[in-house]
């Protein structure tokens, strides 16, 4: 489904460049699942991805080492000033928080649409990683910090 959208209101001077801003941006949907390879059962699990004004979360209460999410509907623009995508997550091992300390941005390409994202949490010894496994384009790693 494409719309149409004028993605200059006249607040962004790097947008004025004296030409029309009506671009096509196509909204485009996948999945994203959390997928739990920490090593640890960890709980208060919550991913969000956020693209423009959307933000779609995933919370698990507990997720044991192997454990899979439900897969949830997100949504996502490709093409010219299509906005970003930006991936958080936070849980607990214990007592102890960890989380994505940044706003982290990994954009999700058209090719992905209709298919499954696996965030993937990983250790690496005493740290965690978490991993935006894309089916087509290009994956990313964060690094999840204690809180």
Same mark, same amino acid.
């Given at each position: 489904?494409?719309?149409q ?6 607040t962004d001077?790097?947008? &004025?460049?004296? +030409?029309?801003?009506?671009v096509?941006?196509?909204d485009?949907?996948c999945f /994203?699942?959390?997928? %739990? $390879?920490?090593g640890?059962?960890?709980? &208060?699990?919550? +991913?969000?991805?956020?693209s423009g004004d959307?933000n779609d979360?995933?919370? /698990?209460?507990t997720? %044991? $080492? ?16 299509a906005?970003?995508?930006y991936?958080?997550?936070s849980?607990n ?16 390409s058209y090719?992905?649409a ?8 990983t ?8 991993e935006t496994e894309m ?9 999840i910090?204690?809180?």
């Open positions: 489904m494409k719309e959208r004028l993605k200059n209101d006249g001077s790097k947008k &004025n460049d004296g +030409l029309s801003k009506e096509n941006a196509t485009r949907n /994203m699942q959390i997928v %739990n $390879n920490s640890h059962t960890i709980t &208060n699990v919550s +991913l969000t991805h956020s959307n979360v995933i919370t /698990m209460p997720m %044991n $080492n192997g454990d899979k999410s439900y897969q949830k509907e997100i949504s996502f623009e490709t093409g010219w000033w906005d970003f995508d991936w958080n997550i849980f091992i214990g007592s102890t928080v960890y989380d994505t300390p940044y706003n982290d941005r990994c954009n999700i090719e992905d209709g298919k499954v994202i696996n965030c993937n949490i250790a690496d010894g005493s740290n965690y990683n978490l089916p087509k384009s290009s994956s990313c790693n964060f690094v910090k204690e809180n």
